[in-house]
T-cell receptor
């Protein structure tokens, strides 16, 4: 079974440029998460989707970050415009309430460098 | 959400048992305790989850005292490949309401 797919794996951009990250969760997983992980820190939840509905976006900086999951499957996270402080690894995860532990399965992440 | 406190780092040697303790004084009745492992350049991976007493699987054991205000992840006979960051999460796992803390960086030495 394929895991969580993310692209691109790496992205280098100049500050003030836009950037987008894509995530395809494990088939059948209705919950999708986007996290940001700074160096040496734990993942910080940005947004959580239950199917196509964003149920927790309290930590998403809404002035520059946006996300969508239009058909309740894959998702896109966008930053516009990017700032130097946005350099981090962006992780996508998915889970299914049908699993015993409802554990989250993570993708490999996208490492963003803003110059 | 309950706040968790873990040691920032721990060192061990191959073949030893490692115990990582997590404090969560404000744990709620519906909260579960879940541990994840993260290797460099990878996303976290689920290790174990429990609600009370003891849970054991093929890779670890989780000990939870009766008051549930702390928990201990036990890794038997660690190897070099167990060098990773270990995160303790406390929250309503079945409502997807949990947060990662700073984690414990475990270094296993030969």
């Amino acid at each position: 079974e394929a895991g969580v797919v993310q692209s691109p794996r790496y992205k280098i951009i100049e500050k003030k440029q836009p950037v987008a990250f894509w995530c395809n969760p494990i088939s059948g997983h209705n919950t999708l998460y986007w996290y940001r992980q700074n160096l040496g820190q734990g993942p910080e939840l940005l947004i959580r989707y239950e199917n196509e509905e964003a149920v927790d976006d309290s930590q998403l900086p809404k002035d520059r970050f946006s996300a969508e999951r239009l058909k309740g499957v894959d998702s896109t996270l966008k930053i516009q415009p990017a700032e130097l402080g946005d350099s981090a690894v962006y992780l996508c995860a998915s889970s299914s309430g049908e699993l015993k532990y409802n554990e989250q399965f993570f993708g490999p992440g996208t490492r963003l460098t803003v110059l | 959400l309950a706040k968790t406190t873990q040691p920032i780092s721990m060192d061990s040697y191959e073949g030893q048992e490692v115990n990582i303790t997590c404090s969560h004084n404000n744990i709620a009745t519906n909260d579960y305790i879940t541990w994840y492992q993260q290797f460099p350049s990878q996303g976290p991976r689920f290790i174990i989850q429990g609600y009370k007493t003891k849970v054991t699987n093929e890779v670890a054991s989780l000990f939870i005292p009766a008051d549930r205000k702390s928990s201990t992840l036990s890794l038997p006979r660690v190897s070099l490949s167990d060098t990773a960051v270990y995160y303790c999460l406390v929250g309503d796992a079945h409502n997807n309401d949990m947060r990662f803390g700073a984690g414990t960086r475990l270094t296993v030495k030969p």
